[in-house]
């Protein structure tokens, strides 16, 4: 159990514990679990890793991302169709990710990703890949994703790789199927572990959506 406090000084001590951070750039309030982060950091890398410190404490229910990225001024000469460039570069070279596939508007420093993937993997990586990008100040990943797998999603499947997970209690958490959809419910005692059950069902062949209603339980105390 622990206090608003409490969480608040577990989310400084995993940021500051990040190679690329320095704890100074980032501000953290804490509300009911409810972690808020601001401040100021030169790089969208940074902004990543700082959200995803604060995902993976134990007792943070949800985080509210705030963080501006201010780049060095070098950078800020780059263009949006510069960046446009090297992003579409980037994507041909990596196996992982259908480059046709993918298009890429890039405005004031923002990228939006759109297109029609096959697996949710593949969402990721167009987003993962060019995360370390100069100049890019975020990245709104609108790619859909539709299975090529014409077989049935069996719910059985879906709960027996939840069961094998380490991290999982999968007897909390139940799972509905709805042709191409995937829907999950119940409690979880981590944000890490919500996405990551998350992670788990987008691996099943067939499924195109994902509503992941899990709720992050835990207990906080009035103080120390």
Not at 85 to 106: C, S, T
Not at 197 to 215: D, E, F, K, Y
Request: hydrophobic letters at 40%; aromatic letters at 8%; glycine letters at 6%.
């Amino acid at each position: 159990m622990k206090s608003n406090e409490s969480l608040q000084k577990s989310v400084q001590d995993a940021i500051k514990w990040q190679p690329l951070l320095h704890a100074a750039e980032i501000g953290v309030t804490v509300h009911d679990g409810v972690v808020t982060l601001t401040g100021s950091v030169d790089s969208y890398t940074k902004k990543l890793e700082a959200e995803n410190a604060a995902k993976n404490v134990v007792g943070v229910k949800a985080v509210v991302e705030k963080i501006e990225v201010h780049h060095h001024e070098s950078w800020s000469k780059k263009t949006d169709n510069d960046i446009a460039d090297e992003i579409l570069n980037a994507y041909k070279w990596n196996w992982q990710i259908p480059d046709d596939k993918i298009k890429v508007r890039v405005e004031n420093g923002w990228v939006n990703l759109e297109g029609e993937l096959n697996w949710n993997y593949q969402k990721q990586e167009a987003k993962n890949a060019i995360k370390s990008l100069e100049g890019i100040l975020g990245v709104n990943n609108n790619i859909t994703i539709k299975s090529q797998s014409a077989d049935a999603m069996e719910k059985e499947v879906i709960e027996h790789h939840l069961k094998r997970s380490w991290a999982l209690n999968a007897d909390d958490i139940k799972v509905a199927v709805n042709g191409t959809s995937v829907t999950l419910s119940g409690t979880v005692g981590s944000l890490y572990q919500k996405e990551e059950a998350g992670r788990i069902a987008w691996n099943t062949p067939g499924i195109w959506n994902l509503h992941n209603n899990l709720v992050v339980e835990y207990i906080f105390s009035e103080s120390f």
